[in-house]
């Protein structure tokens, strides 16, 4: 399977425990293989702080995809 995310594009938190720890903006910075439960992982680098973390797909959406449904 496929990454749904590249690398350098930008990310927000998905997962309320996520988002309630970390908000902000986020660069995908390497694309991790699948875990045991088969959802596929990512590095991810705040663009703010530098910080990084590791998430799997579930964890993000693409950057602005909250206002476009807002918007709706």
Do not use: C, W
Not at 55 to 69: K, L, M, N, P
């Amino acid at each position: 399977m496929t990454h749904k995310y590249s690398m350098g594009q930008l990310v927000n938190a998905a997962a309320a425990h996520f988002a309630d720890r970390t908000s902000g903006t986020y660069e995908i910075v390497r694309l991790m293989p699948e875990d045991s439960r088969g959802e596929r992982g990512y590095r991810i680098r705040d663009t703010v702080s530098g910080s990084q973390r590791a998430v799997g797909e579930s964890e993000i959406r693409a950057a602005g995809a909250e206002r476009a449904h807002k918007g709706r």
